[in-house]
């Protein structure tokens, strides 16, 4: 078991870029979460999926950001037009199911000059 | 709504000394409960959560954490802190008992130094 695994680890863009971001889960992990994490602070729910079907998204997702889980397995989360505020680790985690422990990713850590 | 407070953003203590860093949460039903450590530059690791049961955990590395209701509280102790001990730790809770969104909410952080 190889664990969770994020690309990039570190990326630079400029503002108005677009940006995309890969996790691959654990594997046979049903459940696949998003989080940013901004310095100083505790990580914050993004999205979440259930395989392929994307079941909640946080208001901090704005029309900017999109995610995918095609075939419930790996994902990918699309930042269009960035901006300075988007600046932040993205963190993906996996879990078996909504009430097992969600293992996390080492992050993509995301600056926008 | 769910939300955490952690009390004390910067802890220092000296190596061999007792670790206690505080978490208050606030939930509407029965509450998952964890404690996650973050080394620099890297992702979160679990060090232990509470579901149901037993409300004194044990976690790897030498920590524990007692779940009092009656407190809303679920600090996290090390009778001994080590060197290596020294990171960001983050208590967290999560409704998946009675959701099945089951997303974790973070509280901001503690840091932990340890003085030689």
């Known amino acids: 078991d190889t664990g969770v695994s994020q690309n990039p680890r570190h990326k630079i863009t400029k503002r108005g870029q677009n940006v995309t971001f890969r996790c691959d889960p654990i594997?046979?992990?049903?459940?696949l979460y998003w989080y940013r994490q901004t310095l100083g602070q505790g990580p914050e729910f993004l999205t979440y999926?259930?395989?392929?079907?994307?079941?909640?998204k946080s208001r901090l997702l704005s029309d900017r950001f999109s995610a995918e889980r095609p075939k419930g397995s790996f994902s990918t989360l699309e930042i269009q037009r960035t901006e300075q505020g988007d600046s932040a680790m993205y963190l993906c985690?996996?879990?078996?199911?909504?009430?097992?422990?969600?293992?996390f990713g080492p992050g993509t850590r995301l600056l926008v000059l | 709504a769910q939300s955490v407070t952690q009390l004390g953003s910067h802890v220092s203590v000296s190596e061999g000394a007792l670790v206690l860093l505080r978490c208050n949460y606030s939930?509407?039903?029965?509450?998952?409960l964890f404690w996650y450590v973050q080394y620099p530059n890297q992702g979160l690791q679990l060090l232990l959560k509470?579901?149901?049961?037993?409300?004194l955990v044990k976690g790897i590395n030498g920590f524990e954490a007692e779940f009092k209701k009656s407190e809303t509280s679920f600090h996290l102790t090390k009778p001994s802190a080590h060197m290596s001990d020294a990171a960001e730790y983050f208590c967290a809770v999560s409704e998946a008992l009675y959701s099945s969104a089951s997303k974790i909410i973070f509280g901001s952080g503690t840091r932990l130094s340890i003085r030689p």
């Open positions: 999926f259930q395989n392929e079907a994307q079941l909640e």
């Open positions: 939930s509407s039903v029965p509450p998952y």
């Open positions: 985690a996996s879990s078996l199911d909504s009430r097992e422990t969600q293992y």
């Open positions: 594997s046979e992990h049903n459940r």
């Open positions: 509470y579901t149901t049961g037993a409300t």
